[in-house]
Each structure stands twice: as C-alpha cells, then as structure tokens.
C-alpha cells in the first residue's frame, strides 16, 4: 500500500519509513522455506499481501479484514492474491464479497508446525541414539538424580552460549556441591558469573575462587575490627579491595586505621579517609606507619620541652634564681653603719 511522501530528502524518507512500520514474518517461515514447498512465486504474493494488510507489532496469526473503502487502491489485488493462497493451502478466506474479505495465514501456519514437529521428533529420535550430552550425563552422576528437561536446556546453555567444555560444567557442579546447594537457579548463578569473569578453564577457576576466598577474608578483618555485624554492599567491599589492590596497604597498617575508626558514626567512611592521608604521607606498609609515628612523638616531645623552657623563661623575668657571693665585711663597717642610725 502506497502512502504519500512525508517530505522531501532523507529525513522525509526515514519519517515515513518508521511511520510506516515494519511487517513480522517469523523466522521459521525462511529456515522451512523449501519444506513448505513456497517457491518464489508463492513468496512474492505473501509478501504482497503483507504489505498491504500487515502492521507493526502485528501477530502473524492475526485474522485480516480488508475492505474495498480502506483500501481502494490495493483491494482487488489483495482479494485476487488471497483467493490464489488459498487454492495453495497458505491462507484461509472465512469472508469473501466484492467489497470485503477476512482471510488469516492459519493453512501456512499449520504446516509450519507439521514440519517442525517431524524435525523436533527426528532430533529427539538422534539424540537418543547417541545418548545425553556428556555433560548432562556428568551432571546427573555428580548431582545423584535425573534432570528435568529444564535443567537439560540449562546445562546444555552454559556448553553452547558460555563455550564451556565438559570440565567447566563439573567445575561448577563441584563448586555447588562444595557450597551444599545444587538447585538449578544457584548453579545457573555460578555458570553465569564464571562466564562474565571470562574464565574458560578450570585453573582459572581455581585462581579465581583463590582470590575470593582472600578477598573474602580481608572483608572479614575489617568488619571484625570496625564491629560491622551486617554484611557489605557492594560498594562497600569495593572500597575494601581498593585499600588493597590499588593504594597498596598492609594488613597491619588497615586494622591501625579500622582500630582508629572504630565507634565512629560511619567507620568504613571514616578508615578510607584515615587510608587517604596515609596515603598521601607515603605510608604503605606497617614499617612506614610506625616510623611516621615515631617521628610524630618525637616532634610532640620536642614542643613539649620548648613549652616548658618557655615557661620557665617566663617565670624568672624581674627576679633572679642567682645566688651572689658577697665579700665578708670587717668590724669596722659595721660600726660605721650602726653610728649612721644612731645619729
């Protein structure tokens, strides 16, 4: 169905593109292309009528009714091109005057789903023949029960859309049972999360599950030491890991800091500011801690001593602590003296 320009250049081009929407044909429809027995004639007047009926976000089963007053252009050619389907058995007309028709595509549709099911059937029939995947037989012996068809797909997702090998499903397999939970959901969790890190082996799981558990343990140090009972979000765990990983401090120089933080009204906030001046200092390690400490007390030890000079200094002015040594005066000045008060 032809509709008038919505403007000139490429703008007006791509407006009335997307006014216009696009058409569903399921995919299906093209991988059985041949089965179906559609032939380029056939698929040309499909798409002929689906241009003229067929609407964005529209179902493929839909039921179509198209009218000589909607569409007085295309009507007789749709009519004609529908009737011609449905000699094919690939619509079926449930109305039909000079002046309306209402058809739908059920005939294709039900074929579709003929073929479909005799290659799902057969694909059943070739997988018994060779047995499960190993994977899920590996499953179903490690986990100690039979899979649901569910848990099947599932498994077989982590081999086909994660590119995992037989040894990266026993990999997780392992880890849930190492962990005592082996629901689906939870196992699907791990496979995801291995797969987001990029790890494809089993040593890289190793390695990974290695730094966890030490990633793990350095979360613990400091919430025991600040007394957070609650657990870490995950902004907060990685704040911990950049107090490691990026600035470089020791076990030792991070619990002087959490030992400082303590009882403050946020402590996490408080130790990473505490880590940030450190930083700022040079300190890394508990050696570089305890030598600005030392030089610390040493400074606070030295105004301590100029203090108290100070104030002895100040004590003295106007009076002095020094004991003069007089000369021992004769008999004679003293009678001098005492004859100056008597006269």
């Not at 169905?1 to 299906?28: D, Q, T, Y």
């Not at 496979?191 to 558990?213: D, F, K, N, S």
């Not at 002895?312 to 004769?330: F, T, Y």
Request: hydrophobic share 40%; glycine share 8%; charged share 30%.
């Amino acid at each position: 169905m032809a509709l008038a320009p919505e403007g000139p250049g490429e703008f007006g081009f791509f407006e009335a593109l997307m006014k216009r929407g696009f058409v569903n044909i399921p995919r299906m429809l093209f991988d059985y292309t041949l089965d179906l027995g559609l032939d380029y004639d056939r698929i040309g007047k499909i798409f002929a009528v689906l241009a003229c009926v067929g609407g964005p976000g529209e179902s493929p089963y839909s039921v179509y009714t198209v009218t000589r007053r909607n569409t007085p252009r295309d009507f007789d050619q749709v009519r004609t091109l529908v009737l011609q389907l449905e000699e094919d058995m690939i619509t079926r007309c449930d109305h039909v005057t000079e002046n309306e028709v209402t058809f739908s595509f059920g005939p294709l549709f039900a074929r579709l789903y003929a073929v479909w099911e005799e290659y799902w059937h057969e694909h059943q029939r070739e997988m018994a023949r060779k047995g499960p995947h190993p994977a899920v037989a590996l499953a179903e012996r490690l986990l100690g029960r039979s899979l649901s068809t569910r848990d099947v797909r599932e498994i077989l997702s982590w081999v086909d859309e994660y590119g995992f090998a037989v040894e990266m499903v026993e990999a997780v397999l392992r880890e849930g049972l190492r962990q005592g939970v082996t629901r689906m959901s939870y196992l699907k969790a791990i496979a995801r999360e291995w797969a987001e890190a990029g790890l494809q082996t089993p040593a890289q799981v190793a390695a990974y599950l290695e730094e966890h558990q030490k990633a793990v343990a350095r979360h613990r140090k400091a919430t025991h030491a600040l007394g957070i009972k609650r657990p870490l979000t995950a902004a907060e765990q990685a704040m911990i890991e950049r107090w490691y990983e990026e600035w470089g401090f020791d076990d030792d120089v991070i619990l002087q800091a959490c030992e400082q933080s303590a009882g403050a009204k946020n402590p996490l906030q408080y130790t990473n500011k505490v880590l940030e001046s450190w930083l700022q200092e040079g300190i890394r390690t508990r050696a570089d801690l305890d030598r600005m400490l030392e030089q610390k007390r040493q400074t606070a030890a030295a105004g301590v001593e100029s203090g108290r000079a100070a104030r002895s200094g100040r004590r003295g002015s106007g009076q002095s602590n020094v004991i003069l040594k007089r000369e021992k005066k004769d008999d004679s000045y003293y009678e001098v003296v005492f004859k100056r008060y008597d006269d």
